[in-house]
């Protein structure tokens, strides 16, 4: 009989223990809210970029070119995924060839920064940038491939209002310690 106390008394104590231990993991989740779900704030400054933009561009992919070449394009911005990114479809005729492109970009409310994947039916793979927006421009920062060789590319996008934007693409052939400027871009809204 004594055995038998002994039994239901260990099995009450394990018992106890285990209800202490699941009200202990409740309170703790409990005090744990649950992430944001959804667009983040920050994806809503971009409703303006929504609709129809003409594009005047110029290029130059060579350093020591001297001459920059002058191009137009259409830019077509949407929202995607219920807010939570904004989509952009690129097309324009690059040295007198069709050029399509398209972009998705999305605000990481985790790290707190923005996040671009560009990718164009040139170079046929996808390019992966991150960065902040500081003092009212947006930099992002990437590692891509031309021609073989590994470079860094930086895109900025600065005095941006409702209905005009200006975009510049810089490249470091040397891990980042120099960069030169291939492409700037004045975006302008359609009416």
């Known amino acids: 009989m004594r055995r038998i106390n002994l039994l239901f008394l260990s ?3 394990l018992c106890l223990m285990f209800a202490v231990a699941v009200a202990q993991e409740g309170e703790m989740s409990g005090e744990q809210e649950m992430p944001p779900m959804g667009p983040p704030d920050e994806m809503k400054e971009l409703a303006h970029l929504e609709g129809t933009w003409d594009v005047a561009m110029s290029s130059k992919w060579d350093p020591t070119d001297t ?3 002058d191009e137009t394009a259409t830019a077509v911005f949407r929202y995607a ?3 939570a990114a904004m989509m952009e479809e690129f097309t324009s005729q690059m040295m007198g060839m069709p050029f399509t492109g398209m972009m998705l970009q999305c605000f990481d409310r985790e790290t707190g920064m ?3 994947v560009w990718t164009d039916d040139t170079g046929a793979r996808i390019s992966y940038y991150t960065g902040k ?3 009212g421009k947006t930099v992002v920062e990437g590692e891509d491939i031309y021609q073989g060789q ?3 590319t930086r895109i900025t996008t600065f005095d941006e209002t409702d209905t005009s934007f200006k975009w ?3 490249t470091s052939m040397d891990d980042g310690a120099t960069f ?3 492409s700037e871009a004045t975006y302008t809204k359609r009416k």
Do not use: R
Request: aromatic letters at 12%; glycine letters at 4%.
């Open 11 to 13: 099995m009450m104590a």
């Open 67 to 69: 001459v920059w070449i």
């Open 81 to 83: 995924c219920n807010g």
């Open 114 to 116: 923005w996040q671009t």
């Open 133 to 135: 927006t500081i003092d």
């Open 150 to 152: 590994s470079m860094i």
């Open 168 to 170: 510049m693409m810089e």
């Open 180 to 182: 030169f400027k291939v």
